[in-house]
Nanobody, 125 residues
Framework: QVQMVESGGGLVQAGESLRLSCTVSGLTFNLYVMGWFRQAPGKGREEVSCITWRGATTSYSDSVKGRFTISRDNAKNTLYLQMTDLKPEDTAMYYC??????????????????WGQGTQVTVSS
């Protein structure tokens, strides 16, 4: 049974930082492309960032490029998202996702992906 547990969300002020973590069990972590997605109230799901099996390739949405950094520790089965210079528009539920198959980013299809339960990030102005 696949389990993906996000943590690290919270309420911060604009300009501050947060580090999200996603701990994964029940799959061969180092053979999965991992991604962070977010969804704000009333909006669609957005892919924030993606990282390939060994971290050789990463991708970011234009809205977070230069502020967020994705990384993974395959020895710990954990995915990270370091978020700096947070803005109110970053407020959303953040989800980690695991995809097997093609070792490439961004994640163009989420069909069959595994998902965590999400962690809330709220940025006040």
């Amino acid at each position: 049974q696949v389990q993906m547990v996000e943590s690290g969300g919270g309420l911060v002020q604009a300009g501050e930082s947060l580090r999200l973590s996603c701990t994964v069990s029940g799959l061969t972590f180092n053979l999965y492309v991992m991604g962070w997605f977010r969804q704000a109230p009333g909006k669609g799901r957005e892919e924030v960032s993606c990282i390939t099996w060994r971290g050789a390739t990463t991708s970011y949405s234009d809205s977070v490029k230069g502020r967020f950094t994705i990384s993974r520790d395959n020895a710990k089965n954990t995915l990270y998202l370091q978020m700096t210079d947070l803005k109110p528009e970053d407020t959303a539920m953040y989800y980690c996702s695991a995809r097997d198959g093609s070792n490439s980013c961004p994640i163009t299809s989420t069909t069959g992906n595994h998902w965590g339960q999400g962690t809330q990030v709220t940025v006040s102005s």
